[in-house]
T-cell receptor
Framework: TQLLEQSPQFLSIQEGENLTVYCNSS?????LQWYRQEPGEGPVLLVTVVTGGEVKKLKRLTFQFGDARKDSSLHITAAQPGDTGLYLCAGENTSGTYKYIFGTGTRLKVLA | DTAVSQTPKYLVTQMGNDKSIKCEQNLGHDTMYWYKQDSKKFLKIMFS???????INETVPNRFSPKSPDKAHLNLHINSLELGDSAVYFC???????????FGPGTRLTVT
């Protein structure tokens, strides 16, 4: 079964700190998305990365797609309480059983 | 103003019953999806329709039958409900197969 493993699974930090979330797989992805989900709601799309090595910025969030398109990272600078949520990576598989898979999730809590 | 809506929000039913969940999107997207999110927050794709045609069916029991009357609607009917069907079901939509999905608020199904 293809997996997108995210690390860390849980992260609790103080407001103003920086953090990085990792999304790793042994499979190659045609594209990869990052979503944020808040309790009782559906995931909200943050970004799509397509090209190996691509870097995208969304305000304080920086997303990077690995050169081999097997992994990705999300870096948050100066985290704020509003960043609290479940972060999910997801991607379109180029091979394997499932065409589109979600990562295992990273639950972030930013304390004021 | 709601982009992707689902009804009902909550559904509590007994084993063996048949139930339906409805989804509508007003984004003009041509592709719609059903996902299941388990108690550990793991999201798994179930079905995808493009222009009312089924394009993804990810090894879901045939008790689950999606129906797409038009591009803006995708319903999910579940027969003979089992305890293991308890989960949150999300509908989503996108343009084509960009995988940049907009999710509905989810339907929490509890089977007793």
């Amino acid at each position: 079964t293809q997996l997108l493993e995210q690390s860390p699974q849980f992260l609790s930090i103080q407001e103003g700190e920086n953090l990085t979330v990792y999304c790793n797989s042994s499979s190659v992805f045609s594209s990869l998305q990052w979503y944020r989900q808040e309790p009782g709601e559906g995931p909200v799309l943050l970004v799509t990365v397509v090209t190996g090595g691509e870097v995208k910025k969304l305000k304080r969030l920086t997303f990077q797609f690995g050169d081999a398109r097997k992994d990705s990272s999300l870096h948050i600078t100066a985290a704020q309480p509003g960043d609290t949520g479940l972060y999910l990576c997801a991607g379109e598989n180029t091979s394997g059983t499932y065409k589109y898979i979600f990562g295992t999730g990273t639950r972030l809590k930013v304390l004021a | 103003d709601t982009a992707v809506s689902q009804t009902p929000k909550y559904l509590v039913t007994q084993m063996g019953n048949d139930k339906s969940i409805k989804c509508e999107q007003n984004l003009g997207h041509d592709t719609m999806y059903w996902y299941k999110q388990d108690s550990k927050k793991f999201l798994k794709i179930m079905f995808s329709y493009n222009n009312k045609e089924l394009i993804i069916n990810e090894t879901v029991p045939n008790r689950f039958s999606p129906k797409s009357p038009d591009k803006a609607h995708l319903n999910l009917h579940i027969n003979s409900l089992e305890l293991g069907d308890s989960a949150v079901y999300f509908c989503a939509s996108s343009y084509g197969t960009t995988w940049e999905q907009y999710f509905g608020p989810g339907t929490r199904l509890t089977v007793t």
